[in-house]
Protein backbone atom coordinates (compact mmCIF):
# COMPACT_ATOMS: atom_id res chain seq x y z
CA UNK A 1 0.00 0.00 0.00
CA UNK A 2 1.55 3.08 -0.92
CA UNK A 3 1.97 6.02 1.39
CA UNK A 4 1.85 9.67 1.93
CA UNK A 5 1.03 12.91 4.19
CA UNK A 6 -1.84 14.30 4.10
CA UNK A 7 -1.53 17.91 3.00
CA UNK A 8 -5.09 19.38 2.77
CA UNK A 9 -5.19 22.81 4.03
CA UNK A 10 -7.97 22.03 5.96
CA UNK A 11 -6.33 19.36 7.76
CA UNK A 12 -3.16 21.29 7.88
CA UNK A 13 -4.98 23.96 10.33
CA UNK A 14 -7.11 21.54 12.35
CA UNK A 15 -3.63 19.64 13.14
CA UNK A 16 -1.71 22.52 13.73
CA UNK A 17 -4.85 23.50 15.90
CA UNK A 18 -5.16 20.29 17.83
CA UNK A 19 -1.84 18.85 17.75
CA UNK A 20 -3.15 15.44 17.23
CA UNK A 21 -3.13 14.75 20.75
CA UNK A 22 0.25 14.79 21.51
CA UNK A 23 1.68 17.99 19.95
CA UNK A 24 2.34 19.60 23.51
CA UNK A 25 4.38 16.73 24.50
CA UNK A 26 6.80 18.06 21.67
CA UNK A 27 5.26 15.15 18.63
CA UNK A 28 3.93 17.66 16.72
CA UNK A 29 2.47 17.80 13.39
CA UNK A 30 3.92 17.03 10.68
CA UNK A 31 1.57 17.74 7.70
CA UNK A 32 2.67 19.44 5.32
CA UNK A 33 5.92 19.17 6.08
CA UNK A 34 6.66 15.10 5.66
CA UNK A 35 7.15 15.39 1.83
CA UNK A 36 9.84 17.66 1.94
CA UNK A 37 13.10 16.19 2.63
CA UNK A 38 15.04 15.65 5.91
CA UNK A 39 17.02 18.53 7.04
CA UNK A 40 20.39 17.40 7.86
CA UNK A 41 21.38 20.37 9.38
CA UNK A 42 23.63 20.36 12.65
CA UNK A 43 24.97 22.50 14.96
CA UNK A 44 27.50 21.49 17.75
CA UNK A 45 26.90 18.56 19.59
CA UNK A 46 25.19 19.17 23.01
CA UNK A 47 28.58 18.33 26.02
CA UNK A 48 28.25 14.81 26.45
CA UNK A 49 25.82 13.80 23.72
CA UNK A 50 27.31 10.13 22.62
CA UNK A 51 23.78 8.43 20.83
CA UNK A 52 26.10 5.84 18.84
CA UNK A 53 28.30 5.35 22.06
CA UNK A 54 30.32 1.78 21.56
CA UNK A 55 32.66 0.25 23.98
CA UNK A 56 35.20 -2.65 23.65
CA UNK A 57 33.86 -4.03 26.82
CA UNK A 58 30.86 -5.12 25.22
CA UNK A 59 29.75 -7.62 22.50
CA UNK A 60 27.31 -7.20 20.84
CA UNK A 61 24.70 -9.16 19.16
CA UNK A 62 22.03 -8.98 16.71
CA UNK A 63 18.66 -11.04 18.00
CA UNK A 64 15.59 -12.42 17.31
CA UNK A 65 12.48 -13.39 19.02
CA UNK A 66 8.77 -14.48 18.50
CA UNK A 67 6.44 -12.99 20.75
CA UNK A 68 3.38 -14.41 22.18
CA UNK A 69 1.60 -13.93 19.11
CA UNK A 70 4.40 -15.48 16.98
CA UNK A 71 5.39 -12.13 15.77
CA UNK A 72 9.16 -11.47 15.24
CA UNK A 73 10.59 -8.68 18.01
CA UNK A 74 14.11 -7.48 16.79
CA UNK A 75 17.19 -6.87 19.35
CA UNK A 76 20.56 -6.09 20.44
CA UNK A 77 21.88 -8.06 23.23
CA UNK A 78 25.20 -6.94 25.01
CA UNK A 79 27.02 -9.35 26.34
CA UNK A 80 29.93 -8.19 28.87
CA UNK A 81 33.43 -9.44 27.46
CA UNK A 82 34.87 -10.35 31.26
CA UNK A 83 31.36 -12.50 31.75
CA UNK A 84 31.80 -16.00 33.02
CA UNK A 85 29.00 -17.75 30.64
CA UNK A 86 29.58 -20.77 33.37
CA UNK A 87 27.37 -18.57 36.22
CA UNK A 88 24.07 -16.97 35.62
CA UNK A 89 24.17 -13.24 35.28
CA UNK A 90 21.40 -10.20 36.12
CA UNK A 91 19.90 -8.94 32.93
CA UNK A 92 18.16 -5.52 31.74
CA UNK A 93 16.04 -4.88 29.01
CA UNK A 94 15.97 -1.83 27.79
CA UNK A 95 12.97 0.10 25.68
CA UNK A 96 13.65 3.17 22.98
CA UNK A 97 11.84 6.31 23.35
CA UNK A 98 8.08 6.69 21.59
CA UNK A 99 8.69 6.82 17.75
CA UNK A 100 12.65 5.42 17.83
CA UNK A 101 13.83 2.37 17.30
CA UNK A 102 16.62 0.40 19.56
CA UNK A 103 19.58 2.61 17.61
CA UNK A 104 18.11 5.30 19.39
CA UNK A 105 18.72 6.18 23.38
CA UNK A 106 18.20 1.92 23.71
CA UNK A 107 21.70 0.62 22.42
CA UNK A 108 23.43 3.61 24.63
CA UNK A 109 21.85 2.11 27.51
CA UNK A 110 22.02 -1.35 27.12
CA UNK A 111 25.89 -0.56 26.12
CA UNK A 112 26.60 1.03 29.35
CA UNK A 113 24.56 -1.00 31.52
CA UNK A 114 26.62 -3.93 30.42
CA UNK A 115 29.97 -2.43 30.60
CA UNK A 116 28.91 -2.59 34.44
CA UNK A 117 28.54 -6.12 34.12
CA UNK A 118 24.31 -6.94 32.94
CA UNK A 119 23.97 -8.92 30.45
CA UNK A 120 21.40 -6.55 28.59
CA UNK A 121 19.26 -6.29 25.61
CA UNK A 122 17.47 -3.67 23.70
CA UNK A 123 14.76 -4.31 21.54
CA UNK A 124 12.82 -2.64 18.84
CA UNK A 125 8.70 -2.46 19.79
CA UNK A 126 6.47 -4.28 17.77
CA UNK A 127 5.68 -1.96 14.06
CA UNK A 128 9.00 -0.73 14.95
CA UNK A 129 12.53 -1.24 13.11
CA UNK A 130 13.31 -4.57 13.00
CA UNK A 131 10.29 -5.77 14.41
CA UNK A 132 7.18 -6.93 12.76
CA UNK A 133 3.97 -5.59 12.56
CA UNK A 134 2.14 -3.90 10.02
CA UNK A 135 1.02 -1.40 9.20
CA UNK A 136 4.56 0.00 10.03
CA UNK A 137 4.15 2.58 13.18
CA UNK A 138 1.42 1.72 14.04
CA UNK A 139 0.28 2.38 17.57
CA UNK A 140 -0.97 -0.77 19.63
CA UNK A 141 0.36 -0.17 23.93
CA UNK A 142 -1.11 -3.79 24.33
CA UNK A 143 1.48 -5.02 21.66
CA UNK A 144 4.43 -2.63 23.20
CA UNK A 145 4.41 -3.95 26.36
CA UNK A 146 3.80 -7.28 25.52
CA UNK A 147 7.20 -6.93 23.67
CA UNK A 148 9.02 -5.98 27.23
CA UNK A 149 7.39 -9.67 28.11
CA UNK A 150 8.70 -11.28 25.10
CA UNK A 151 12.38 -9.83 25.89
CA UNK A 152 12.01 -11.02 29.08
CA UNK A 153 11.33 -14.72 27.70
CA UNK A 154 14.23 -14.57 25.38
CA UNK A 155 16.24 -13.32 28.23
CA UNK A 156 15.33 -16.25 30.65
CA UNK A 157 16.34 -18.67 27.98
CA UNK A 158 20.17 -17.81 28.42
CA UNK A 159 22.06 -20.30 30.11
CA UNK A 160 23.66 -17.53 31.65
CA UNK A 161 21.20 -15.23 32.51
CA UNK A 162 19.36 -15.79 35.89
CA UNK A 163 15.58 -15.83 35.88
CA UNK A 164 15.45 -14.27 38.88
CA UNK A 165 17.46 -11.26 38.06
CA UNK A 166 15.74 -9.59 35.06
CA UNK A 167 15.16 -5.78 35.07
CA UNK A 168 13.89 -3.18 32.83
CA UNK A 169 14.84 0.24 31.24
CA UNK A 170 11.83 2.04 29.66
CA UNK A 171 13.02 5.65 27.96
CA UNK A 172 10.13 7.93 27.50
CA UNK A 173 7.44 6.22 25.98
CA UNK A 174 8.96 2.86 26.79
CA UNK A 175 8.99 3.70 30.52
CA UNK A 176 5.16 3.46 30.45
CA UNK A 177 4.86 0.61 28.25
CA UNK A 178 7.30 -1.27 30.87
CA UNK A 179 5.06 -0.01 33.49
CA UNK A 180 1.96 -1.50 31.54
CA UNK A 181 4.05 -4.60 31.16
CA UNK A 182 5.39 -4.97 34.57
CA UNK A 183 2.02 -4.97 36.65
CA UNK A 184 1.07 -8.58 34.63
CA UNK A 185 4.53 -9.76 34.38
CA UNK A 186 6.31 -10.33 37.66
CA UNK A 187 9.28 -11.30 35.84
CA UNK A 188 10.59 -8.36 36.01
CA UNK A 189 12.19 -7.87 39.17
CA UNK A 190 13.42 -4.38 38.91
CA UNK A 191 11.62 -1.49 36.72
CA UNK A 192 13.53 1.97 35.77
CA UNK A 193 11.93 4.80 33.90
CA UNK A 194 13.92 8.00 32.22
CA UNK A 195 12.28 10.89 30.56
CA UNK A 196 8.99 8.86 31.02
CA UNK A 197 6.04 9.98 28.91
CA UNK A 198 2.56 8.84 29.95
CA UNK A 199 1.55 8.24 26.53
CA UNK A 200 -2.37 8.00 27.43
CA UNK A 201 -2.38 10.94 29.19
CA UNK A 202 -0.13 12.99 26.24
CA UNK A 203 -2.49 12.19 23.66
CA UNK A 204 -5.64 12.81 25.93
CA UNK A 205 -4.94 15.73 28.00
CA UNK A 206 -1.68 17.09 26.60
CA UNK A 207 1.06 18.41 28.71
CA UNK A 208 -0.18 20.05 31.43
CA UNK A 209 -4.08 18.81 30.48
CA UNK A 210 -3.85 21.35 28.08
CA UNK A 211 -5.90 19.98 25.73
CA UNK A 212 -9.46 20.20 25.81
CA UNK A 213 -12.24 17.26 25.56
CA UNK A 214 -13.43 19.03 22.37
CA UNK A 215 -10.10 19.16 20.81
CA UNK A 216 -10.00 15.21 21.61
CA UNK A 217 -12.97 14.70 19.97
CA UNK A 218 -11.95 16.19 16.98
CA UNK A 219 -8.89 14.48 17.15
CA UNK A 220 -11.02 10.57 17.10
CA UNK A 221 -13.23 11.76 14.56
CA UNK A 222 -10.49 12.64 11.99
CA UNK A 223 -8.54 9.12 12.75
CA UNK A 224 -11.95 7.11 12.15
CA UNK A 225 -12.41 9.59 9.13
CA UNK A 226 -9.05 8.14 7.68
CA UNK A 227 -10.21 4.84 8.55
CA UNK A 228 -12.59 4.64 6.64
CA UNK A 229 -10.67 6.17 3.90
CA UNK A 230 -8.08 3.43 4.51
CA UNK A 231 -10.48 0.62 4.30
CA UNK A 232 -11.64 1.97 0.87
CA UNK A 233 -8.33 2.18 -0.50
CA UNK A 234 -6.99 5.45 0.48
CA UNK A 235 -3.61 6.20 1.42
CA UNK A 236 -1.85 5.84 4.80
CA UNK A 237 -1.48 8.69 6.63
CA UNK A 238 0.88 9.59 9.66
CA UNK A 239 0.48 12.34 12.39
CA UNK A 240 2.63 13.64 15.24
CA UNK A 241 6.44 13.19 15.25
CA UNK A 242 9.62 15.11 14.73
CA UNK A 243 9.09 17.78 11.82
CA UNK A 244 11.28 17.71 9.00
CA UNK A 245 12.34 21.08 8.68
CA UNK A 246 12.68 23.79 11.42
CA UNK A 247 10.64 27.22 10.57
CA UNK A 248 10.63 30.79 12.62
CA UNK A 249 7.64 29.26 14.85
CA UNK A 250 8.78 25.84 15.78
CA UNK A 251 7.88 25.28 18.78
CA UNK A 252 10.99 24.62 21.26
CA UNK A 253 10.01 21.39 22.54
CA UNK A 254 9.86 20.22 19.04
CA UNK A 255 13.27 21.91 18.58
CA UNK A 256 14.34 19.49 21.05
CA UNK A 257 13.30 16.72 19.31
CA UNK A 258 14.78 17.71 16.17
CA UNK A 259 18.00 18.40 17.41
CA UNK A 260 18.03 14.92 18.11
CA UNK A 261 15.68 13.13 15.48
CA UNK A 262 17.14 15.04 12.81
CA UNK A 263 20.49 15.48 12.65
CA UNK A 264 23.72 13.15 13.17
CA UNK A 265 23.46 13.45 17.10
CA UNK A 266 20.70 10.33 16.59
CA UNK A 267 18.98 10.22 13.38
CA UNK A 268 18.55 6.48 12.19
CA UNK A 269 16.57 4.85 9.17
CA UNK A 270 15.45 1.47 9.77
CA UNK A 271 16.21 -0.62 7.02
CA UNK A 272 13.11 -0.41 4.54
CA UNK A 273 11.58 2.17 6.24
CA UNK A 274 11.44 6.07 4.84
CA UNK A 275 13.25 8.98 6.53
CA UNK A 276 10.09 11.02 5.71
CA UNK A 277 8.53 8.99 8.13
CA UNK A 278 10.44 8.19 10.74
CA UNK A 279 9.07 8.66 15.11
CA UNK A 280 5.54 9.26 13.03
CA UNK A 281 2.47 7.13 13.66
CA UNK A 282 0.04 6.50 11.85
CA UNK A 283 -3.15 8.47 11.97
CA UNK A 284 -5.86 6.23 12.52
CA UNK A 285 -3.86 4.05 14.89
CA UNK A 286 -2.58 7.01 17.49
CA UNK A 287 -5.65 7.30 18.99
CA UNK A 288 -5.35 3.74 20.41
CA UNK A 289 -3.13 5.61 23.18
CA UNK A 290 -6.69 7.57 24.10
CA UNK A 291 -7.58 4.30 25.99
CA UNK A 292 -4.26 3.42 27.78
CA UNK A 293 -3.89 3.96 31.35
CA UNK A 294 -0.10 2.82 32.44
CA UNK A 295 -0.86 4.45 35.88
CA UNK A 296 -4.07 2.48 36.72
CA UNK A 297 -3.17 0.20 39.53
CA UNK A 298 0.87 0.92 39.05
CA UNK A 299 0.67 0.38 43.09
CA UNK A 300 0.01 -3.23 42.47
CA UNK A 301 4.11 -3.94 41.02
CA UNK A 302 5.27 -3.29 44.68
CA UNK A 303 7.28 -4.79 46.53
CA UNK A 304 9.38 -5.05 43.44
CA UNK A 305 10.95 -1.47 43.47
CA UNK A 306 11.02 1.14 40.66
CA UNK A 307 13.20 4.06 40.01
CA UNK A 308 11.45 7.17 38.10
CA UNK A 309 14.09 9.20 36.78
CA UNK A 310 14.11 12.71 34.72
CA UNK A 311 15.07 16.06 34.49
CA UNK A 312 14.67 19.69 36.07
CA UNK A 313 14.30 21.08 32.99
CA UNK A 314 12.36 17.92 31.15
CA UNK A 315 9.05 19.16 30.01
CA UNK A 316 7.75 15.45 30.92
CA UNK A 317 8.57 15.80 34.43
CA UNK A 318 5.03 15.70 35.83
CA UNK A 319 4.68 11.89 34.04
CA UNK A 320 7.43 10.98 36.42
CA UNK A 321 6.08 12.56 38.95
CA UNK A 322 2.21 11.63 38.57
CA UNK A 323 3.84 8.05 38.50
CA UNK A 324 5.81 8.11 41.61
CA UNK A 325 2.77 9.63 43.65
CA UNK A 326 0.96 6.56 42.40
CA UNK A 327 3.16 3.68 42.67
CA UNK A 328 3.63 1.99 46.45
CA UNK A 329 6.69 1.01 48.27
CA UNK A 330 9.88 0.79 47.45
CA UNK A 331 10.31 3.67 45.00
CA UNK A 332 12.14 6.32 44.04
CA UNK A 333 12.33 9.64 42.35
CA UNK A 334 15.91 11.26 40.78
CA UNK A 335 15.83 14.35 39.58
CA UNK A 336 19.04 14.67 37.16
CA UNK A 337 19.94 18.77 37.54
CA UNK A 338 20.19 21.00 34.39
CA UNK A 339 18.84 18.47 32.16
CA UNK A 340 16.03 18.50 29.64
CA UNK A 341 13.87 15.19 28.57
CA UNK A 342 16.02 14.66 25.51
CA UNK A 343 19.31 15.10 27.37
CA UNK A 344 18.58 11.48 29.10
CA UNK A 345 18.12 9.92 25.75
CA UNK A 346 21.92 10.30 25.12
CA UNK A 347 24.32 13.10 27.53
CA UNK A 348 26.28 10.36 29.14
CA UNK A 349 27.47 13.21 31.07
CA UNK A 350 23.82 13.69 32.46
CA UNK A 351 22.66 10.18 32.60
CA UNK A 352 22.52 9.04 35.70
CA UNK A 353 24.31 5.51 34.93
CA UNK A 354 25.52 5.03 38.19
CA UNK A 355 22.31 5.82 39.50
CA UNK A 356 20.89 3.28 37.58
CA UNK A 357 23.81 0.67 38.29
CA UNK A 358 23.48 0.82 42.06
CA UNK A 359 19.82 0.68 41.60
CA UNK A 360 19.42 -3.13 39.42
CA UNK A 361 22.73 -4.08 41.58
CA UNK A 362 20.93 -4.18 44.84
CA UNK A 363 17.32 -4.93 44.06
CA UNK A 364 18.28 -7.62 41.08
CA UNK A 365 20.48 -9.28 43.80
CA UNK A 366 17.26 -9.01 46.30
CA UNK A 367 15.28 -10.89 44.00
CA UNK A 368 17.09 -13.72 43.94
CA UNK A 369 17.55 -14.20 47.73
Known amino acids: MKTQADTTPDRREFLKMAGTGVAAAGLLSTAGAALAAPSKTSTQLPNGADNFYASDKVTLQNVSFKNQYQMTVAGNLFIPKALDRKKRTPAIVVGHPMGAVKEQSANLYATKMAEQGFVTLSLDLAFWGGSEGQPRNAVSPDMYAESFSAAVDFLGSQAFVDKQQIGAIGVCGSGSFVI ?189 A
Open 180 to 368: SAAKIDPRMKAIATVSMYDMGAANRDALNHSQTLEQRKQIIAAAVEQRQAEFSGGAVQYTGGTVLTLAADTHPIQREFFDFYRTPRGEFTPKGASARNTTMPTLTSNVKFMNFYPFNDIETISPRPMLFITGDQAHSKEFSEDAYKRAAEPKELFVVPGAGHVDLYDRVTLIPFDKLTSFFNKHLIAAS
